[in-house]
Antibody
């Protein structure tokens, strides 16, 4: 069974870049499609983007100008960078594996809270 | 962008009740709808994929139906462990994902 674990700073200053890493165990990152999703406190889920095992990406249009998702196959990890953050980017950030054909997010990390504050 | 309108946003129910949640897509999305359960402080859990297929290990009291723009999620007999928030999610021809606003099911 695939397991995922997010890691990264829990506090980021406004205008800086949020950086998170998701470590995958139980399967190779060269399989599947890998997603980032976030959830502001008390609110619903927002898809950020995903990366295919081939390295091609697809991002939420509302975040596209600020998002980069990449993989490091040697470490079986994938990463999220979100630039020019504001308080509105404060959220629990989840990484997940997603099925290519259905878009179903079948395995999730536990999530990590990132607060944007000076 | 395709929007998913989920209703109701919340509902109160009792153990044993039949619960129904709907999602309407702003465009035809075939059957590319998935349903998740999220308990407080936890990551969402996939319950239904491809509109009606039960994920592995998910109890049969959960079901999904629909195609095109209108989708339904049903819990046939609500159990104490089912009190949670439920989300629909679509996957469109542009390969983007969108979630519905969520339905909180409580007592």
């Amino acid at each position: 069974q695939v397991q995922l674990q997010e890691s990264g700073p829990g506090l980021v200053k406004p205008s800086e870049t949020l950086s998170l890493t998701c470590t995958v165990s139980g399967d190779s990152i060269n399989n599947y499609q890998w997603s980032w999703i976030r959830q502001p406190p008390g609110k619903g889920l927002q898809w950020i983007g995903y990366i295919y095992h081939s390295g091609s990406t697809n991002y939420n249009p509302s975040l596209k100008s600020r998002v980069t998702i990449s993989t490091d196959a040697s470490k079986n990890q994938f990463s999220l960078k979100l630039s020019s953050v504001t308080a509105a980017d404060t959220a629990v950030y989840y990484c997940a594996s997603s099925e290519i054909l259905t878009g179903a997010l079948d395995f999730w990390g536990q999530g990590t809270l990132v607060t944007v504050s000076s | 962008d395709i929007e998913m309108t989920q209703s109701p946003s919340s509902l109160s129910a009792s153990v044993g009740d039949r619960v129904t949640i709907t999602c309407q897509a702003s465009q035809d999305i075939n059957n590319f709808v998935n349903w998740y359960q999220q308990k407080s402080g936890k990551a969402p859990k996939l319950l239904i994929y491809d509109a009606s297929k039960l994920d592995s290990g998910v109890p049969s009291r959960f079901s999904g139906s629909g195609s095109g723009t209108d989708f339904t999620f049903t819990i046939s007999s609500l159990q104490p462990e089912d009190f949670a928030t439920y989300y629909c999610q679509q996957y469109d021809r542009h390969l983007a994902l969108t979630f519905g606003g969520g339905t909180k099911v409580d007592i």
